[in-house]
C-alpha cells in the first residue's frame, strides 16, 4: 500500500504571505494525486487532482499544485495566503484505493 | 445536486453493541468507499464498493463490514464494538470506479 508523507505537520503564517506544503508517496505506477482541504467545521473539500497531462493543476482559491513524477511528489502552494485559508490540508494517492497523509494544520494569523 | 449524506449524524454505544451507518452518495454516482478517521491515525480506507460489489479493502478486521444496494446508497456495520472504534466515519462517491470522491460530513461515533 502506498504510503503518503506531508512534511509539516503544523504551519503558521501571515496573511499575504505565500504558502507550499509537501507531500510525497512512496512508490510510483500509474496514481491519481489530490490535495483535499478541511476548513474548521466543514467536511473534506476536493482542492485540485491530477490524472494525466500538465503536471501543474490549479484548484480552487488560487491554490496549485505540481506533480514531479521523479520524485514522488505533488507540493500544493499558494503565493498569498488569507485568514480564511486556516485549514487541515490532505494529501491522497489513488492507486486503486485512496491513501491519505496526516494531514498539515496551516494557521493564518490575521 | 445534493451532496453525500450520511446518517445518523453522532451516534453513542457502548463495547459490545453494534451499529450500522449509512451513505447516500451524490446522485448518479456508482462508487462508495468508506473511511475512518482518528487523531491517531489519520485517515484510513476501509472499503470500497462499485456496482454492489465491494471492489477493495483495507487493513481493518472483520467486524467492519460494508454493502451497497442497487440504488447506491451503501450501509457499513461494526459488530462488538471496542473503545479504540471512536471515530470520524467518512463516506466518499464517486461516479465510477478510481475517480475523484467526494465526501460526506461524517458519521461521529463514541464508544463508551
Known sequence: ?110 | KAGVTQTPRYLIKTRGQQVTLSCSPISGHRSVSWYQQTPGQGLQFLFEYFSETQRNKGNFPGRFSGRQFSNSRSEMNVSTLELGDSALYLCASSPSYRETQYFGPGTRLLVL
Open chain 1, 1 to 110: 500500500a502506498q504510503s503518503v508523507s506531508q512534511h509539516n505537520h503544523h504551519v503558521i503564517l501571515s496573511e499575504a504571505a505565500s504558502l507550499e506544503l509537501g507531500c510525497n508517496y512512496s512508490y510510483g505506477g500509474t496514481v491519481n494525486l489530490f490535495w483535499y482541504v478541511q476548513y474548521p467545521g466543514q467536511h473534506l473539500q476536493l482542492l485540485l487532482k491530477y490524472f494525466s497531462g500538465d503536471p501543474l493543476v490549479k484548484g480552487i482559491k488560487g491554490f496549485e499544485a505540481e506533480f514531479i513524477k521523479s520524485k514522488f511528489s505533488f507540493n500544493l502552494r499558494k503565493p498569498s495566503v488569507q485568514w480564511s485559508d486556516t485549514a487541515e490540508y490532505f494529501c491522497a494517492v489513488d492507486d486503486y484505493k485512496l491513501s491519505f497523509g496526516a494531514g498539515t494544520t496551516v494557521t493564518v494569523r490575521a
